[in-house]
């Protein structure tokens, strides 16, 4: 059973920058993706990045792009997400999510899950 632990979000400022990391723990599958989706109030949970454990291949989402960075660290089994330049628009629950297999865009596609964290970006 995967389990999926991560950082604590914060609130911070327009423009400032922000890390949150996913430590993953009983993976026992060698083809193994991680990603991030959030879910800002009265809405669904949207995309953010994910990443393939193999060869690093990552996908942005359209509305992170050129700002968020997904990158890994193998010897940890841990993702992280840079955060730059954040908008008040970033503000959500933020969710680690893994797969067996290749990274994808879709929340469905993703079996664990980790407990989400808050990201507030105040104007």
């Known amino acids: 059973q995967v389990q999926l632990i991560e950082s604590r979000g914060g609130l911070v400022q327009t423009g400032d920058s922000l890390r949150l990391s996913c430590a993953a723990s009983?993976?026992?599958?060698?083809?193994?993706?991680m990603g991030w989706f959030r879910q800002a109030p009265g809405k669904g949970r949207e995309f953010v990045a994910s990443?393939?454990?193999?060869?690093?291949?990552?996908y942005y989402g359209d509305s992170v792009k050129g700002r968020f960075t997904v990158s890994r660290d193998n010897a940890k089994d841990t993702l992280y997400l840079q955060m730059n330049a954040l908008k008040p628009e970033d503000t959500a629950v933020y969710y680690c999510?893994?797969?067996?297999?290749?990274?994808?865009?879709?929340?469905?596609?993703?079996?664990?899950w980790g407990q989400g964290t808050q990201v507030t970006v105040s104007s």
């Open positions: 999510a893994a797969r067996n297999g290749e990274a994808t865009v879709y929340k469905g596609d993703y079996n664990y």
């Open positions: 990443l393939t454990w193999i060869d690093g291949r990552t």
């Open positions: 009983g993976r026992t599958f060698t083809a193994f993706a």
